[in-house]
C-alpha cells in the first residue's frame, strides 16, 4: 500500500528552464509534507517543506505547491541548475514535524548544461 | 547546518555475522532517531522509531529481535542486524530529528550492508 507515490522515476531538463517535480498521495489525514533531495551514496538532504494549512512555501530556486483536494504537490526548481541532478523523494506524515515520514519511490532529475 | 553521521558506511561479511550500524547526531541532541531501508530504486521504508531512554517502536512486519536498536544518549542510537544473511543485503539510514525547534529530520549518509 504505497500511500505516497511519485509516478515518475525520471525527469530531464535543460538548464535555466523549470523542473517540476509531483507527488500525490492518498491518506487526507497527513499534514506535514516535505522534499528531499538525495545523491547517490550519499543520505537525503532536507530541501523544502509544508504544513497542510499552507498551499505555497518558497525558498529561493525552491517552491512546493500543495492541492489538498487533489491530494497533490509539487516541487518546482526554476531555474535549474546542473547541480539539481540528483533522486528527489517526497515525504509526508501524519503529527507535523515530530512523526515519522512516508516516503515516495523518488525521481531522478537530469538537468542538461 | 545540523550534521548525522552513520557509521560504517559499507560492511561486506559473511552470513551468520551480527552487524551494528551506529547513527550519532553531531551537532544536536536528538530525542528521537529513526531506522530506514532502501531497496534498489525504491523508496526509504521506516524500520523502527528510536527514543532515547526507552524501548524502540518497530514497524509492521520488522522484526525486532532480529533488527535490534538501542538509543542510550541523546546523540547515539545503534542498529545490530543479528545474524545477518543474504537477505538483509540493503542500504540502511537513519535519521535524527532534534530535541529542541521546529526541525526537519536530517539524514546520515546510510550504510551499505552486503551478506555473502
Known amino acids: 500500500d504505497q500511500q505516497v507515490k511519485q509516478n515518475s522515476p525520471s525527469l530531464s531538463v535543460q538548464e535555466g528552464r523549470i523542473s517540476i517535480l509531483n507527488c500525490d498521495y492518498t491518506?487526507?489525514?497527513?499534514?506535514?509534507f516535505l522534499w528531499y533531495k538525495k545523491y547517490p551514496a550519499e543520505g537525503p538532504t532536507f530541501l523544502i517543506s509544508i504544513s497542510s494549512i499552507k498551499d505555497k512555501n518558497e525558498d529561493g530556486r525552491f517552491t512546493v505547491f500543495l492541492n489538498k483536494s487533489a491530494k497533490h504537490l509539487s516541487l518546482h526548481i526554476v531555474p535549474s541548475q546542473p547541480g539539481d541532478s540528483a533522486v528527489y523523494f517526497c515525504a509526508a506524515s501524519f503529527s507535523g514535524n515530530t512523526g515519522k515520514l512516508i516516503f515516495g519511490q523518488g525521481t531522478t532529475l537530469q538537468v542538461k548544461p | 547546518g545540523a550534521v548525522v553521521s552513520q557509521h560504517p558506511s559499507r560492511v561486506i561479511c559473511k552470513s551468520g555475522t551480527s552487524v551494528k550500524i551506529e547513527c550519532r547526531s553531531l551537532d544536536f541532541q536528538a530525542t528521537t532517531m529513526f531506522w530506514y531501508r532502501q531497496f534498489p530504486k525504491q523508496s526509504l521504508m521506516l524500520m523502527a522509531t528510536s527514543n532515547e531512554g526507552s524501548k524502540a517502536t518497530y514497524e509492521q512486519g520488522v522484526e525486532k529481535d532480529k533488527f535490534l536498536i538501542n538509543h542510550a544518549s541523546l546523540t547515539l542510537s545503534t542498529l545490530t542486524v543479528t545474524s545477518a544473511h543474504p537477505e538483509d543485503s540493503s542500504f540502511y539510514i537513519c535519521?535524527?530529528?532534534?530535541?529542541?525547534?521546529?526541525?526537519?529530520?536530517?539524514f546520515g549518509d546510510g550504510t551499505r550492508l552486503s551478506i555473502l
Open positions: 491518506n487526507s489525514m497527513f499534514d506535514y
Open positions: 535519521s535524527a530529528r532534534a530535541r529542541i525547534g521546529n526541525q526537519p529530520q536530517h
